[in-house]
C-alpha cells in the first residue's frame, strides 16, 4: 500500500473513531433517594433511560432516618449529587443555603407555571421557598387517623371524633380486654415523630407558632401543649402500644389486639393489603379527631442542585429526568399511587379511573378526599429540621413521663427562639 | 551521610507522620472547632469563645446524658469483670465439649455493636420478643412488658446487652492470667484448702488481681465512651433515658449540626475520661503490678 493510501485510511480511521467518542459522551446523574422501593425507582429510571438514550441514571439510596445527614454531609462535602428526594421540611435550609436551585432554572420558560397549576394547596406550599418553586411531588401525603372498623363494631364504639372520644373509646377496649388499643410509631430519630405530632395539633385545631414564627405551644392554652398531655396521659393509663416503625405497626394493627393508630395513608394501604395480610380490609380512615379535623399535609419532591443547575448539560439532563418522573401526563406519579398507594400532589390523579379503583380497595374516597381537603402545611423555616432534632427527644421524653409536659415545651420554644436568632443574626 | 546521629528526626518521621495526620491535627481541628459557631445549615464560622461550652454544659441534655454514663459506667464495669471470672474459671476445667463452648463464648465479641443491638432488639421486643415470650408462657406476666419503651427498663436491657458484647474479652484476657499461675500453687491449694471459694480468694484472686484491675479500669472507659449498642437499640430513647455521652455528641453533630457543640462536648468527655484514669490511678495500691516473689 503506497503512502498516501495508507494516509488516507488512517484519516477516515481517525474520523471515525472521533465520531464515536462524540456520540458515546453520555451523562450519568447521580440521583439520591432515600430506600423507599428500590426496585420501582430503578424499574423508572431503565424506562427513563430507554427514552432518553445519553443519559444514564445512578441510583444512590440512604435510609430514611440517615437521608438528611447524610445529603447535608454530601452538599457540605462536594459529593456529585444531581437530582435527589426533598422534603418540605429540609427546603428552606437547603436552599436557603444554596445547595438545590429554582427548578425554573432548568426548565423551559412557563412549564413550571403549569405544573404548579396543577398541584394541591400544601404540595405546592411544601415546594416552594422565597415564592420559587424548587421541586415537582414525588409523593405528597397527609397524616392520618386509622381505626379498626371490625373492632370498633364488636364493642359497640363509635368512630371518635374528637380526642377524649378516642380517650374514652381506648378505655373501654382496655375494659373489654384489648390491652394497648392505640398503637403509635414512637421513635424519637425519625423525622415523622414530629410530623405526626402536628399532624395531631391541627386536628384539634391549633399552632405551634404564630404569624411572627414565634413559638407558642409552651402556653398551657395552646392545643400543642394540651394534646402532648393527653398523649402523656395516653401513656401513663398504659393505652398505648409503641412501635419504632410503620412496618411494624401494620404487622401489629394486623394481630386485631389494637384499634387506632396514626400513620401516613400509604401505611393503610398495607394493612389492607389483601395479599398479604390476615386482617386486610379490616381498616379505615377517620377525620383526624378534633374540633377542626384538619391534619398535616406534606410533600416530598424532586429537586435539582445548584451545582448542576449551573452547568447547561447536566441541568438540561436533569429537567428531563425531573419532567420524566413527575411532569405531565404524571405516569410515575401515577405507578406509584396505583401499585403502592403512595399519595401525590398532583391534583388530575384524583380524578383517574385507575387510580380511583386501586384505591377504592383500602381507603373510603369520599373521606379522604375531605381529609386532603382540610389538611394544611407545616411551618418550615431554615431552622425547622434542626430544631426538630432538638425537639423530638423532648416531646418522647414528656409522653413516658420523664419530664413534665412544662418542661419540654419550655425547653423546645426557647431552642426555637435561640435558632430564630442565630439565623436572623447571621 | 544520612546518619541516625546526625538526623535522629529525619528517622522518625515516618512514625510522626501517621500520628500527626490522624491523630494530632484531628484533634486541633476539633478544639480549633469547638472555639467557633459551626453550623452546617448556617453559614460562616465565627469564634465564640468558650459559649459552646458553657451552652452543652448548662443543657438539660448534658446532665442527663452525663448521669446515665456515670450510672452506666458503675453497673457495667464490675458486671463485665465478675461475670467475666467467673465465665473464665469456668472454662479453665476440662470436660467434653469445652472447645465448642469457649468458641461459643467469644462470638458476641465477634459481633458488630450494630448486629448486637438489633439482636436484642428483637429479644426484648414486646409482642415477637422471646423473653416476654418465657414470661407469658411461665405465667410470670399477663401482659407484654415494654422493654425498650419504659425508661428504667430500657437502660437495663442497653446495659445487658452491653455486658454480653464485653464479657468475652473480659474471659480472654482473665484466661491468659489463670494460665500464667504456677500449676504447682494450684496442686498445693486444692490439697490444702478445700473450700473452692477460699481457694479463689486467697490463692488465685491474688495472682490475677492486676489483671482484673485492668479490666475494671478498661471496661469503666469502654462502657462511659459506649455509642453504637445506644445508637442502633434505642436511638438514646425513650426520651432520654438511654442517652449518654458519646451519644450526645452524635446528636450534637449529626442530628442538629452543631459540629461547634459537638467538639466541645467531646473534650468535655475527654477531660472526665482524663480524670477518671488520674483517680483510678491514684487509688490503685503501688505494689499491685510488682512480681510476687
Known sequence: ?426 | MWSIRRYPVLWLLPALVPVVAFIAYPVAYAFWTSLHQVMLLFPGEPFVGFDNYSRVLSSSYFKTAFLNSALFMLFAAPLVVILGVAVALFLQRRFAGSTLVRSVVLLPWVLPGAISAVLWIWVFHPSFGIINGLLQWIGAISAPIQWLNTPALAFVCVLVAHVWTQIPFAVVLTMAALAAINSETLEAATIDCRSAWKRFWYVIFPEIKAMVVVLLVYNALVAFTTYDLVYAMTGGGPGTATTLLAFQIWRESFAMYDFGAGSALAFVMVAVAAALIVAITRLLPSDLFEERP
Do not use: C
Open chain 1, 1 to 426: 500500500m503506497s503512502l498516501r493510501k495508507l494516509a488516507a485510511v488512517a484519516a477516515v480511521a481517525g474520523a471515525a473513531l472521533g465520531a464515536q467518542s462524540a456520540a458515546a459522551q453520555n451523562i450519568t446523574l447521580e440521583f439520591v433517594v432515600w430506600n423507599y422501593a428500590l426496585e420501582t425507582i430503578q424499574d423508572n429510571v431503565r424506562k427513563f433511560e430507554e427514552a432518553n438514550p445519553g443519559i444514564k441514571v445512578n441510583v444512590t439510596d440512604y435510609t430514611w432516618p440517615d437521608y438528611q445527614d447524610s445529603l447535608v454531609l454530601r452538599f457540605r462535602g462536594g459529593t456529585q449529587t444531581d437530582v435527589l428526594y426533598g422534603g418540605q421540611d429540609w427546603l428552606p435550609a437547603w436552599a436557603s443555603a444554596g445547595w438545590v436551585a429554582p427548578l425554573a432554572d432548568i426548565a423551559p420558560e412557563g412549564v413550571i407555571d403549569t405544573l404548579s397549576k396543577d398541584m394541591a394547596g400544601f404540595a405546592l406550599s411544601d415546594v416552594t421557598y422565597d415564592g420559587k418553586i424548587y421541586g415537582l411531588p414525588y409523593y405528597a401525603d397527609t397524616i392520618s387517623f386509622i381505626y379498626n372498623a371490625k373492632l370498633l363494631e364488636e364493642h359497640g364504639i363509635e368512630v371518635p371524633q374528637t380526642w377524649e372520644d378516642v380517650m374514652a373509646a381506648s378505655e373501654k377496649l382496655k375494659a373489654a380486654g384489648i390491652d394497648r388499643p392505640i398503637v403509635y410509631e414512637y421513635n424519637q430519630e425519625l423525622p415523622n415523630f414530629f410530623d405526626a405530632f402536628v399532624a395531631q395539633v391541627y386536628g384539634r385545631g391549633g399552632e405551634l407558632f404564630d404569624e411572627e414564627l414565634n413559638a407558642v405551644f409552651d402556653q398551657p392554652d395552646n392545643a400543642a401543649y394540651q394534646h402532648l398531655e393527653w398523649l402523656r396521659e395516653a401513656f401513663e393509663k398504659e393505652l398505648v402500644q409503641p412501635e419504632n416503625h410503620e412496618s411494624n405497626i401494620i404487622t401489629t394493627m394486623n394481630t386485631g389486639k389494637h384499634a387506632f393508630t396514626v400513620v401516613y395513608n400509604y401505611v393503610l394501604a398495607a394493612m389492607n393489603n389483601e395479599a398479604e395480610q390476615p386482617l386486610a380490609g379490616q381498616f379505615a380512615l377517620a377525620r383526624m379527631p378534633g374540633e377542626a379535623h384538619s391534619t398535616l399535609g406534606f410533600a416530598k419532591f424532586y429537586a435539582v442542585t445548584a451545582t448542576t443547575a449551573a452547568d447547561p448539560e447536566r441541568a438540561e439532563a436533569a429537567w428531563k429526568f425531573i419532567d420524566f418522573m413527575a411532569g405531565q401526563p404524571y405516569t410515575v406519579a401515577k405507578r406509584w399511587a396505583v401499585e403502592n398507594g403512595l399519595g401525590f400532589g398532583q391534583l388530575p390523579l384524583l380524578q383517574d379511573a385507575e387510580v380511583k379503583e386501586a384505591w377504592g380497595k383500602w381507603v373510603d374516597m369520599d373521606v379522604l378526599a375531605g381529609q386532603i381537603e382540610s389538611a394544611k402545611a407545616g411551618t418550615w423555616t431554615e431552622w425547622t429540621a434542626v430544631w426538630s432534632a432538638y425537639f423530638r427527644p423532648l416531646l418522647a421524653s414528656a409522653m413516658v413521663g420523664e419530664i413534665p409536659v412544662e418542661q419540654a415545651m419550655r425547653d423546645g420554644a426557647e431552642r426555637w427562639n435561640m435558632l430564630r436568632e442565630q439565623f436572623a443574626n447571621r
